[in-house]
């Protein structure tokens, strides 16, 4: 970027980011509030700036990292901003025990440059999961963050992506992790954000709202799109849902689960929703040694997220066990207790899993799902297909749902031109190979619902 455009462009951050304090000094001065609204930003949007990407920064590591075939060449640069706003937590609640706002912390993404003048479509996106409470969707070496940029932001899509409760920026106490409700509260709430942040940074935004995630994402987007529908349907005009890889029916997951083979990452995924769901609802368990074997069960309860272990450093450290997923679930668990929740329909487990199904409702907009049948962690047979199924005896029409399976064999099955051998293919399926198929789809599917064939 040229240096008079790079000063100008810093002049405007700059001299907005000075009305957004004078106008949030006035605000607290004026004594008519109740409390911060819900989905205002924290701190002013110009002070937020990260990182800002050339398109043909974009372009060079896109192809560095095999990701231009599906990004195409970019036609914007994109600037990352963090954002930390107001939102409530899992029972609702807008302040903490000491009275502090809740609030959390995102991303977002805005295309400059030769796009800068041109209204965006705002993308809504909520991530995968993560066991890193430090993880933030604001830091522009992320690997997700870069495929959003990518594939979206350069292409002239505003995106926000929110860290949700309990990571990152956020003064939340734990992660309620895939308690609907709250993940579509933190979504909902990053969209009003990013309106502000926009408005601020002088980024026109053309109203029309899409929504996207991926693994936990794709649950959190589904849960999004089904709130927004039922409660804001004049506030936020969703045109399109494209929800990837999600655990949409969690009844079935926990009622019909195959004991004998468990799903890859089970380690981090399963202890992650039973400590969440008891914090959220109270009654999973009196005692997490009923449940969790030694020495697991001491210290489980606040394990995730965490703040200094990864993936990779939870089981190296003996915090979580290692092996194949069916090692790793005899030595976490008490077999009478997983089996208890597969016989008895009111299990806590079984009523807390109902209660953040996402079966049983009807969209407004059109949506796709996407997945991979191939995919070990979250597969399609026990919720894509599920919930597709569920659609279609209702009669809803507007819903579409592909495989990217054929894809990934024909690239890195037997023979194909990246061919892996088949513990790679397994261990890196859901995180590594399906996501940017999905979301290239997604990109297509999104096209098509803005920009409708009259």
């Known amino acids: 970027m040229p240096v008079n ?33 819900r989905g205002s930003l924290v701190a002013p949007a110009a002070d937020g700036l990260v990182a800002s990407m050339s398109a043909a920064q974009i372009d060079g590591a896109a192809a ?7 990004a195409g060449p970019a036609r914007c640069d994109v600037d990352i ?40 479509p705002l993308l809504a996106y909520a991530r995968g999961t993560d066991v890193q409470k430090t993880r933030t969707m604001a830091d522009p070496q992320g690997s997700e963050t870069f495929m959003l940029a990518a594939l979206y932001a350069a292409q002239g899509y ?13 003064n939340y106490s734990f992660h309620p992790y895939l308690h609907a409700d709250s993940e579509a509260t933190a979504v909902i709430d990053s969209i009003r954000a990013a309106r502000q942040a926009a408005e601020e940074l002088g980024a026109p935004l053309s109203g029309k709202v899409v929504l996207s995630g991926y693994s936990q994402g794709g649950h959190s987007s589904m849960a999004t799109h089904r709130a927004i529908e039922r ?3 004049g506030e936020i005009e969703v045109v399109a849902g494209a929800h990837l890889a999600g655990p949409y029916s969690l009844s079935s997951a926990f009622g019909d689960a195959d004991l004998d083979n468990p799903i890859a990452g089970y380690q981090y995924f399963i202890p992650f929703i039973i400590t969440a769901w008891q914090k959220v609802y109270g009654d999973i368990y009196d005692d ?51 089996q208890a929740i597969k016989d008895d329909p009111a299990h806590p487990m079984r009523v807390a899993a109902a209660r953040n199904d996402l079966l049983d409702w009807t969209p407004a907009a059109p949506v796709l799902l996407c997945g991979g049948a191939g995919d070990p962690t979250v597969p399609p047979a026990m919720h894509q297909d599920v919930l597709m199924a569920d659609f279609t005896a209702r009669g809803v029409s507007n819903v579409t749902s592909i495989d990217v399976d054929p894809q990934i064999q024909a690239i890195y099955g037997p023979g ?7 513990v790679t293919l397994y261990s890196s399926y859901h995180g590594a190979l399906e996501p940017p198929l999905c979301l290239a789809a997604a990109r297509t599917f999104f096209e098509s619902a803005l920009n409708p064939v009259q």
């Open 5 to 37: 455009q790079e000063e100008m462009r810093m002049n405007r951050y700059f001299k907005l980011g000075c009305v957004a304090i004078a106008t949030a000094w006035l605000a607290g001065c004026g004594g008519g509030s109740s409390g911060p609204e």
């Open 64 to 70: 560095a990292s095999g990701l231009d075939a599906l």
């Open 81 to 120: 901003v963090n954002l930390t706003y107001r939102t409530v937590g899992a029972q609702g609640e807008e302040r903490l025990p000491d009275r502090e706002p809740v609030q959390v912390s995102g991303a977002l993404l805005l295309p400059t440059g030769d796009c800068a003048d041109t209204p965006a």
């Open 158 to 170: 505003a995106v926000v992506a929110t860290d949700y409760l309990g990571y990152a920026q956020s």
């Open 231 to 233: 409660d804001l349907p």
């Open 288 to 338: 997490p040694a009923t449940i969790f074997k030694a020495p697991y069960a001491t210290g489980i309860e606040d394990l995730l997220p965490s703040p200094t272990l990864n993936f990779t450093t939870l089981v190296s450290s003996g915090a979580l066990p290692g092996g194949t997923p069916v090692q790793a679930q005899d030595a976490l668990f008490h077999r009478s207790w997983l």
């Open 416 to 422: 194909g031109p990246a061919e892996l051998d088949p």
